[in-house]
């Protein structure tokens, strides 16, 4: 088994999704200039958090539409899971891979610090690992992270269970004082239809160690690992 990190000019979360894939979990993984446009022999990618480009037209914009994507795209349509983080989850709607898109955070500022999420479906590669409707912590660090889509798209995420992870309060409950960038319906991350493609701002990385306040993102990179194991 082995994960790509892809790297483009501004994206600064690889090393340290490269350490807990390498080092905690204890798979093979290797980062990957997007000049590099191959991906073959590689069983899942990470598209990492970062500025990719600086953030430049919009974030993520620039990286939707360098080559690599094209054999990112290619690997999931082999039913191979794609991580998108942050940046990464904006790379991934701008390349039209994922529905909706992510703004200006409602109050237009970075926001960074922990945030309470509920685990919607457990029916993905990313989240076998966690229990429905579990209150889990990480961390955000973005300020375009407002996640937009039109009302039959939102519609059509929720009927397909298609939301996996919702900003709520320590009581699993959803409030808009549990929203830290306005996004509809408090949506933190969705997958698409089928389901191996996952985009999510909070930063499952800086979780995945107790040290760090938090080990509850480490179960999104054994799931999609154990996804791996199972099926290729």
Request: glycine share 10%; net charge negative; aromatic share 8%.
């Amino acid at each position: 088994m082995k994960i790509a990190i892809l790297q483009f000019g501004g994206t600064n979360c690889d090393q340290d999704v490269l350490h807990v894939l390498k080092d905690v979990v204890g798979v093979d993984a290797e980062t990957v200039w997007y000049k590099q446009e191959d991906l073959t022999g590689f069983d899942g990618v990470v598209v990492p958090g970062g500025f990719s480009y600086g953030d430049y037209l919009r974030a993520g914009a620039i990286a939707a539409r360098t080559p690599i994507m094209n054999s990112v795209k290619k690997l999931a349509a082999e039913g191979k899971p794609v991580l998108g983080i942050c940046n990464g989850f904006q790379i991934l709607t701008e390349a039209r891979v994922l529905e909706g898109a992510l703004t200006t955070n409602e109050y237009p500022k970075f926001r960074c610090h922990w945030t309470n999420l509920r685990v919607e479906t457990v029916d993905t590669p990313f989240t076998s690992k966690f229990r429905k409707g579990e209150v889990i912590r990480m961390p955000i660090a973005h300020m375009e992270g407002q996640f937009y889509a039109e009302e039959k798209t939102l519609a059509e995420l929720d009927e397909n269970e298609q939301v996996v992870f919702r900003y709520v309060d320590e009581n699993g409950k959803v409030t808009d004082a549990a929203n830290p960038n306005g996004s509809l319906e408090n949506i933190a991350g969705i997958v698409n239809t089928s389901r191996n493609i996952l985009g999510l701002m909070p930063h499952p990385e800086r979780a995945s160690e107790s040290i760090l306040g938090s080990d509850d993102g480490l179960r999104v990179f054994e799931s999609m690992v154990d996804y791996i194991s199972e099926n290729f």
